[in-house]
């Protein structure tokens, strides 16, 4: 991993508007990111981890511009990207891929296995025919697939299988980023740790640097270099993937790895329970995101918004407790 920010995330923020349920009334604005800000270092892969609806797929989407940012600014190697189209775009698409939660509905079912893979060179023009089709046979052979595979089409395929075509796919522009959009969980337990194990080779193969979106605490732990914890449209805790499991500071983050079952039975766990009710992301956002739910709730967390701010070395924290 190395010490230079390949990708600055800078007060990043989507909105999306609601029509209302009435007819004339009003449209309702949903915060699905918060002023986000992260430095990504080129080589690393960055843990991104919440539960259901906390923001972290569209965080990845905003990346890759499938979302446009309302406000804020996405810095890929010291170029703002936010506003990017047209051929600008095409090119930065090169550079930045994306891996889909789901290994089947992400490829196209009239389409073999070969041509989906060649489809992103014909698109930027890579290369030549036989050049192309060499190609084509080599990253499949990369990700662990037979070159008989080339002409079958999605549906003779297993879970896994789809999803390294996916990868192969993401792979065939030679790309400097790959975010990847809970790749593992649409899959069986046994290939979840091949398909993890594969897109850690191709990273230190390749140099790539890798968003790795998952709500899976233990697929985290076992792949990322560095993990953000997400809540509500915020990231709430960064640091070190050790040092997060080890040394948790936010009263979510502490919540959230008090909820993984113990190594042995025998070993007692206390489980921490945030009581109270999850603020609703719609409309105007006031003070802390967590301040209904924390027991170490001050009034002064029910006004004001904490910033993520460093309180030791690597380790970042959004919290009035520190």
């Known amino acids: 991993m190395s010490d ?6 800078k007060k990043l923020s989507k909105n999306f508007k609601l029509r209302g349920s009435r007819m004339f009334e009003e449209p309702k604005t949903l915060h699905a990111l918060s002023e986000v800000s992260i430095d990504i270092y080129e080589g690393e892969t960055l843990g991104v981890i919440g539960e259901s609806g906390c923001g972290k797929s569209t965080f990845g989407k905003c990346i890759v511009n499938l979302h446009s940012a309302s406000s804020g600014e996405i810095i890929y190697k010291g170029e703002n990207i936010t506003d990017k189209k047209g051929k600008e775009l095409k090119k ?65 395929f297993s879970g896994g299988q789809r999803q390294r075509i996916n990868i ?66 915020k990231i709430v805790e960064l640091c070190k993937a050790e040092e997060i499991y080890e040394n948790p500071k936010h009263p979510y983050t502490q919540a959230l790895l008090s909820a993984i079952p113990p190594d042995s039975p025998f070993e ?43 309180i030791s070395s690597g380790h970042k924290t959004a919290c009035f407790l520190y």
């Open 4 to 9: 230079k920010a390949i990708l600055q995330i």
């Open 92 to 156: 930065l698409r090169k550079e930045i891929q994306i891996i889909f939660q789901d290994p089947y509905s992400s490829l196209d079912p009239r389409k073999s296995a070969g041509n989906t893979i060649l489809e992103p060179m014909n698109i930027h023009n890579i290369s030549s025919g036989k050049e192309r089709m060499n190609r084509v046979s080599s990253l499949m052979q990369e990700v662990g697939l037979d070159s008989q595979h080339i002409y079958r089409y999605p549906h003779e």
């Open 268 to 310: 007692k766990k206390k489980q921490i329970e945030l009581s109270g009710e999850i603020p609703s992301p719609i409309g105007e956002q006031k003070g802390c995101s967590l301040a209904s739910r924390c027991p170490y709730v001050m009034e002064r967390c029910r006004n004001e918004v904490p910033e993520l701010k460093e």
């Open 168 to 233: 192969a796919r993401a792979l065939a522009l030679d790309p400097q980023i790959i975010v990847c959009d809970e790749p593992v969980s649409a899959l069986d337990v046994s290939v979840q740790a091949q398909v993890l194990n594969l897109l850690s080779d191709l990273q230190k193969k390749h140099n790539l640097t890798l968003i790795f979106i998952s709500h899976d605490l233990s697929v985290i732990k076992h792949v990322s270099d560095r993990v953000a914890i997400m809540y509500l449209g």
